[in-house]
């Protein structure tokens, strides 16, 4: 608030007030509240903010959230969300009194969001120049009123500014104390837009200390020591999360804390709010800029929720009329079932309306659910249950997030799962505009049924977890050693039928099973081809051979050899290609286009997405065009084995040399070239070869 650090911070020793305010007139020091903290942890740095497109909407991309090797991935509206509260908050408006609420299914990353979040506040204030600090009362036993209490440190860890700023009872003396120790006036301006009065054991204590040495400053801060306030996960200090308890065990002491035996035995006074041990609740640990973590909010019984109200509308614990003020960011979450159950209890209306309530959707895009998928499949290597290495298939992380978010693609007139899968994640979907898709979500999201909007219903991340663990635990992953994707659809399905228990749902979710299967038929079909072409990007080839001839028909340099030369937008080399229109028009009529209007509107849609796309994916392939890649790879089977059917002829029966060579050959290139081992090789053959998912 007061000065950007361009120094590193002193060793973390006590210091005086008087020091701690000269460091901070220095610019080596920091006063701010927490929403300001944050705000400046996500936005300081203009590098790390950048503009995207999700589901045709415009909006930004705060990279803070990217970083590190399990990082955020998609929540682009929440994250936005968020950042927009916390800044609110930071510049004083209504935010600062309200508490941010995630509401979302079980499995979609809301614990994850709030626990990244907390992680990257505990690293930022750890860096130099951003140090918290707070002080402590010393010789505290000097007196006849503590008895062997010896120190006493600021129960809410309040900062030191607070402090130097009540520690008059006139607030132009204590200006003048600032002034006097290296401040200047804005800065003290500035300081006290931020006033708040000290907790209520800091103030008592305070005022006995003035009485004992007769109001004589200099001698009473010589008693009083500011030192950095320590950030530890595992103390909840700075952040902390409070986990809603059943209604037996759960208390307010939780989160208050209570009176302590031990101290009353010492205190002279028994008015002196000292006898509260605050740090014995989640809260005040938390209270000098830090963040406060509701875990599951609205399962709490109902006069934990109203301490809740309280904390958050006057953002102070109060204890036997005592207060203490905070200084907290407060996040909640809750499932979409507790939510709804507690606003059916109308009386519990107060605290909605401090709350700034997020809709947490799952993830609907396929590239990043890719990376979600990782995380699920882990970093490390996995074995069998006899140590061996167990290999997992190159299909398997697209089997399993082409059929979880096919999951969360709700029914629609306009648009396919498979059109809005595609739209979503950025691809081509035929003649679907990324427009269509911007409609059908801002028609969904304006139902007030929040989970009928987009992403809310679906197969969530635990579920995705629960289908790779049946798989590993199957004998034939463990006696293969691989992790097969084939196997994969069976073990989801036996997850839908033992964790989905709406009838509806289920039914979806099984017809979303069907549609993936019949994408990873595809697959399968393109990596075979692959495989028999002894090349890894063969069909990728073959796609684009088709785009550059379409595009090369109408070049005024084509010669009557039908040889168009073309700069390759990859490698800026010259290419040449002979443009056969019989392999074109084979393509265009395995696409199902009959006309020349239909050939050539399909064609005009080609060049107009290459040109689009060249512009800002050199890179772009067309592979996400199902539709493409599965006419080019039946056409290539056809024209090079006389058919899909021949190859599946020459796989199976392998009686005569020819054929064992073949399929010997094959699983040669899989496993060297195309990332199979042995046994997924055989069983993706296997598959191939029958006619499972064909329809």
């Known amino acids: ?18 020091e701690h305010i000269q460091l901070l007139a220095d610019g080596k020091r920091r006063f701010e509240n927490v929403f300001q903290s944050v705000s400046r942890m996500i936005l300081e740095d203009p590098k790390k903010i950048k503009k995207t497109t999700i589901n045709g909407k415009t909006t930004y991309d705060f990279l803070i959230f990217r970083e590190g090797k399990k990082h955020i991935i ?103 104390f600032m002034l006097k120790a290296g401040l200047k006036d804005k800065d003290i301006e500035r300081v006290f837009k931020a006033f708040r009065p000290l907790g209520a054991c800091s103030y008592y204590i305070l005022e006995q200390l003035k009485e004992l040495y007769n109001g004589d400053i200099e001698k009473i801060l010589e008693n009083i020591d500011i030192f950095p306030m320590p950030v530890s996960e595992s103390r909840g200090t700075l952040t902390g999360k409070y986990a809603a308890k059943d209604k037996i065990t759960s208390s307010a002491v939780d989160l208050l804390g209570d009176e302590s035996i031990s101290r009353l035995l010492h205190l002279a006074d028994p008015d002196n709010p000292y006898r509260f041990d605050l740090r014995r609740g989640a809260l005040a640990r938390v209270a000098g800029g830090g963040i406060h973590f509701a875990d599951e909010i609205f399962k709490n019984k109902r006069d934990l929720v109203q301490v809740y109200l309280g904390v958050i509308q006057n953002r102070t614990i109060e204890i036997e009329g005592f207060k203490w003020p905070l200084d907290t960011l407060i996040i909640a979450t809750s499932n979409n079932a507790e939510f709804s159950r507690f606003l059916e209890e109308k009386e519990q209306a107060p605290i909605i309306d401090r709350c700034r309530l997020t809709y947490m959707s799952h993830n609907t895009n396929l590239h990043a659910q890719k990376e979600l998928t990782s995380y699920s499949l882990g970093g490390a290597e996995k074995t069998t249950f006899t140590g061996k290495t167990l290999h997992i298939d190159p299909n398997l992380n697209m089997a399993l997030s082409t059929t979880f978010i096919l999951s969360r693609m709700p029914s629609n007139e306009k648009l396919t799962p498979v059109e809005m899968m595609k739209l979503a994640a950025g691809e081509v979907a035929g003649e679907k505009s990324i427009r269509t898709l911007a409609e059908v979500v801002n028609d969904l999201n304006t139902d007030p049924d929040i989970t009928r909007r987009f992403g ?36 989801i399905e036996k997850v839908i039928l033992d964790y989905v228990h709406e009838p509806n749902d289920r039914t979806k979710y099984f017809n979303d099973l ?32 088709y785009v550059n001839m ?78 493409l890649v599965k006419a080019v790879t039946d056409v290539r089977l056809k024209s090079d084995i006389a058919g899909a059917g021949s190859l599946v002829g020459a796989l199976s029966n392998r009686n005569n040399d020819d054929n064992q060579r073949l399929y010997n050959r094959m699983l040669t290139t899989m496993n060297e070239k195309l990332g199979y081992c042995k046994t997924c090789a055989e069983k993706t053959i296997e598959y191939f070869c029958s006619q499972d998912d064909t329809n």
Not at 522 to 536: D, K, L, Q, S, V
Not at 582 to 593: A, F, P
């Open 74 to 176: 998609g929540m682009h509206d929440e994250i936005n969300s968020f950042v927009s509260f916390v800044k609110d908050a930071a510049e004083g408006g209504s935010s600062a009194e309200m508490a941010f609420v995630l509401i979302g299914e079980p499995g979609n990353g809301k614990t994850f969001f709030v626990d990244f979040l907390s992680r990257k506040y505990r690293e930022f204030i750890a860096q130099p120049g951003n140090h918290r600090y707070t002080f402590r009362f010393n010789n505290l036993d000097k007196s006849d009123r503590y008895g062997k209490i010896k120190s006493m440190e600021s129960q809410t860890y309040e900062d030191p500014m607070v402090l130097a700023m009540n520690l008059f009872e006139n607030k132009e003396d204590s200006k003048a």
């Open 514 to 545: 069907k549609i993936a299967r019949k994408l990873y038929r595809e697959n399968i079909m393109t990596a075979i081809f692959n495989a028999y072409m002894n090349e890894p990007n063969a069909i990728e080839k073959d796609v684009m051979n």
């Open 456 to 491: 809310q219903k679906g197969l969530g991340h635990r579920n995705l977890g629960r289908a790779i663990q049946i798989l590993l635990e199957q004998s034939e992953t463990q006696e293969g050693e691989c992790m097969y994707a084939g196997d994969i659809f069976r073990t």
């Open 1 to 18: 608030m007061v000065r950007k650090s361009t120094t590193s911070a002193p060793k973390a020793r006590a210091a005086s007030l008087q």
């Open 550 to 627: 379409i595009i090369g028909l109408d070049a005024k340099n084509l010669g009557p050899n039908k040889v168009w030369t073309y700069k390759d937008p990859q490698s800026k080399k010259l290419i040449s290609i002979r443009i056969d229109e019989s392999y074109i028009n084979s393509v265009e009529d395995r696409l199902g286009l009959k006309s020349e209007e239909q050939k050539l509107s399909f064609r005009n849609t080609i060049t107009k997405i290459y040109g689009q796309k060249m512009i800002t994916d050199p890179n772009y392939n067309f592979m996400d065009n199902n539709d």
